[in-house]
């Protein structure tokens, strides 16, 4: 081989260096694809989302972003960074405007996990592997391209705003990770979230890390705020599911359903383990440091079978579901769900009780720019 390019996201630094040692002891060049070779260009409005590692609230961050939009008579549409498996080919170009597009797509969990959340908002969702074909698809119907980023890889497409999350509760990995590092570097607006639950100390590191960064980057604290959907949980005995991504990729131990577990006064978290078949259960004996909980394996049907059996023979009051989807449309439980909701809540000021910027008035240039475009007659 002469050239080895590294195209992967959200593994340590020390982990891209000994894959470029490889290759170099190989005789191969090694090679990173850099933002200007691979963001494409839009003729919209491009507000983009990433983030420092897997799991730290980018999605609600997305969502928070779109409603911010649409509350301005903004068309948003989503495009979201590729979780594709089986035939791409087939999925080219996908578009999402309802749950009968999940079916005909047959979308993992994975994927339902991004994709449910907007479709309950009523927004329209475009995934896929051709991200030129998808873009051009995408500007025919939007006011704002909004893109919603996976892992924590940098966009596709060049942003005229990049908002990217940090999680103080794995505070000075937005050092440490790539291209989380890199997102940190690029980014317009670093949104410090999850500061409800993390430490005083951990959110000033994250700052001063993000401050010697990019010291131009404007700074907004946020939490993330837990409701419970189907019920109440108190003094009963709940097996947990969490997203799968954030305990995998992203190295937690726990995520938003054993904080509710705890904050909303669950008796028991049920342990999975002597319950648990198949790649279940070797994926949790991979992770044996992770809590009481199951992390929402579906990429394929027999992922979600081998979910769907270990849930049904917990010895459990309830399910906890912290996944974003509705685990009821693609398993059959013989128990009742509760739902775990988490959504993105910005501080009015900071630690000092400062006053700080607001999402708001950072969208306004992306508004003025979309309704100065809309009143041309280019969409509506």
Do not use: C
Not at 60 to 87: I, S
Not at 97 to 118: G, K, N, Q
Not at 351 to 368: C, F, K, Y
């Amino acid at each position: 081989m002469d050239k080895v390019v590294f195209a992967y996201s959200d593994v340590t630094h020390e982990h891209v260096m000994h894959t470029a040692s490889r290759a170099l002891a190989g005789g191969a060049d090694f090679e990173l694809l850099g933002p200007a070779r691979t963001m494409l260009p839009s003729t919209k409005p491009v507000v983009a989302t990433g983030a420092t590692r897997t799991g730290a609230g980018k999605s609600q961050t997305t969502r928070y972003l779109a409603a911010l939009l649409e509350k301005q008579g903004l068309k948003v549409v989503v495009v979201r960074h590729p979780m594709p498996y089986g035939d791409l080919v087939a999925q080219r170009v996908q578009r999402y405007a309802s749950y009968a597009d999940l079916d005909r797509h047959d979308t993992t969990i994975e994927e339902r996990e991004e994709y449910e959340p907007h479709l309950d908002a009523g927004r329209v969702l475009y995934a896929g592997v051709d991200y030129e074909a998808i873009l051009r698809e995408a500007e025919a119907e939007a006011d704002v391209v909004l893109w919603d980023g996976g892992n924590n890889d940098f966009p596709f497409y060049r942003p005229d705003l990049f908002v990217v999350v940090a999680d103080p509760l794995r505070a000075g990995h937005e050092m440490h990770y790539h291209p989380g590092e890199t997102n940190i570097r690029l980014a317009d607006v670093v949104v410090v979230n999850k500061v409800d639950s993390a430490s005083p100390a951990q959110i000033a590191e994250v700052r001063t890390n993000v401050g010697s960064m990019n010291p131009r980057a404007r700074v907004i604290l946020a939490r993330s705020v837990l409701t419970l959907q189907g019920g109440e949980i108190a003094g009963k005995k709940v097996a947990v599911v969490e997203d799968g991504p954030t305990l995998t990729h992203g190295g937690m131990t726990y995520g938003a359903g054993v904080v509710a577990a705890r904050r909303f006064r669950a008796s028991e978290l049920v342990d999975p383990v002597p319950y648990a078949m198949g790649q279940l259960a070797e994926t949790l004996s991979r992770y044996p440091a992770l809590e009481h909980l199951l992390p929402a394996m579906g990429y394929g049907q027999g992922q979600m079978h081998e979910l769907e059996t270990t849930l049904n023979a917990m010895p459990a009051d309830l399910v906890l579901s912290a996944t974003p989807i509705d685990l009821t449309r693609v398993l059959k439980l013989d128990k009742p769900v509760v739902r775990v909701r988490y959504e993105l809540e910005e501080l009015a000021g900071d630690a000092a009780g400062h006053d700080q910027s607001n999402l708001t008035e950072l969208l306004a240039p992306i508004v003025e720019r979309a309704r100065a475009a809309s009143g041309s007659g280019s969409n509506h």
